[in-house]
C-alpha cells in the first residue's frame, strides 16, 4: 500500500476505535453494538479492492483486541475483519464510483451478519461460549439493523476520502513527465535511430574493412 492509503487508513481507523469504545459501547442498546469500525474497513475495502482490505481489516481488528476493554483472545477479531476486508474488497466498483445504494446496503447487512458467525465461530473454537448466552439470532439482527442504520452516514464518507487521496497529484504529474519523455523519444526516433544508424555505421565499417583486406590479399597474390 502506499503511504497516502496507509496514513488515511490509519487515521481512520484510530478516530473510529475511539469512538467505537468511548461513545457507542456505552450507549447500552439492546442486543450488538454498532460496529463502526467493521464500516470503516467496508468503505476502505470497495474502493482499495481486496488486498488493500485485507491488510485494513487486519490492522483494525489486532487494534480492537488490544485496546481496553477488550475482553477476548488478541487476534481473533483481526481474523474477522481481515477476512471481511478481503472478502468485501472482491465487491469493488470497476471505475471505483458506486452506480446505486442497493449494493453497498447488501453489502453491509452480509458484512455484518458474516462477522458476528464469523466472530462467534472463532469463539467456540477457542472454548468462548458467551454468544450462546445473549442469543447469537438477536445478535444478527440487531447487529444488522443497527450498522444498516449507521452505513449511510459512513460508508460514503470514507470512500469519498479514499478515493480523494488515492489521486496523488505529485505521482500522476511524475507518470506524465515520464510518458512525455518517453512519447518524445519515440516520436523523435532519437534512441532507435541513433541506435540503427551506429549499427549500420559498424557494419559498413566492417564491411569496409573485409574489402579492404580482400584487397591487399590480392594485391600480394598478383
Given at each position: 500500500m502506499r503511504?497516502?492509503?496507509?496514513?488515511?487508513?490509519?487515521?481512520?481507523?484510530?478516530?473510529?476505535?475511539v469512538i467505537q469504545v468511548s461513545?457507542?459501547?456505552?450507549?447500552?442498546l439492546p442486543g450488538a453494538v454498532p460496529d463502526l469500525l467493521l464500516l470503516?474497513?467496508?468503505?476502505?475495502?470497495?474502493?482499495?479492492?481486496h488486498v488493500g482490505g485485507?491488510?485494513?481489516?487486519?490492522?483494525?481488528?489486532?487494534?480492537?483486541?488490544?485496546a481496553p476493554p477488550a475482553d477476548h483472545a488478541a487476534g481473533r477479531y483481526a481474523l474477522v475483519l481481515c477476512v471481511i476486508g478481503y472478502l468485501v474488497g472482491l465487491a469493488k466498483p470497476d471505475n471505483g464510483q458506486l452506480r446505486s445504494a442497493t449494493g453497498p446496503m447488501v453489502v453491509v447487512v452480509a458484512a455484518a451478519i458474516g462477522s458476528t458467525l464469523l466472530?462467534?465461530?472463532?469463539?467456540?473454537?477457542?472454548?468462548d461460549t458467551a454468544a450462546r448466552h445473549v442469543g447469537l439470532?438477536?445478535?444478527?439482527?440487531?447487529?444488522?439493523?443497527?450498522?444498516?442504520l449507521l452505513a449511510p452516514f459512513v460508508v460514503p464518507g470514507i470512500m469519498a476520502l479514499a478515493r480523494r487521496?488515492?489521486?496523488?497529484?505529485l505521482a500522476e504529474t511524475t507518470t506524465s513527465a515520464k510518458t512525455d519523455v518517453t512519447a518524445g523519444w519515440l516520436s523523435s526516433g532519437t534512441g532507435l535511430r541513433l541506435g540503427g544508424q551506429r549499427g549500420g555505421l559498424r557494419m559498413k565499417s566492417a564491411k569496409s574493412r573485409v574489402a579492404r583486406a580482400g584487397r591487399i590479399k590480392g594485391v600480394k597474390r598478383l
Open positions: 503511504f497516502n492509503r496507509m496514513l488515511l487508513s490509519a487515521t481512520l481507523v484510530i478516530v473510529a476505535l461513545i457507542l459501547a456505552r450507549l447500552h470503516t474497513v467496508l468503505g476502505l475495502a470497495l474502493v482499495y479492492g485485507a491488510f485494513v481489516g487486519f490492522g483494525a481488528g489486532l487494534l480492537a483486541d488490544l466472530y462467534a465461530g472463532v469463539g467456540a473454537l477457542v472454548g439470532g438477536s445478535l444478527l439482527f440487531t447487529a444488522a439493523l443497527y450498522d444498516l487521496a488515492d489521486n496523488d497529484p
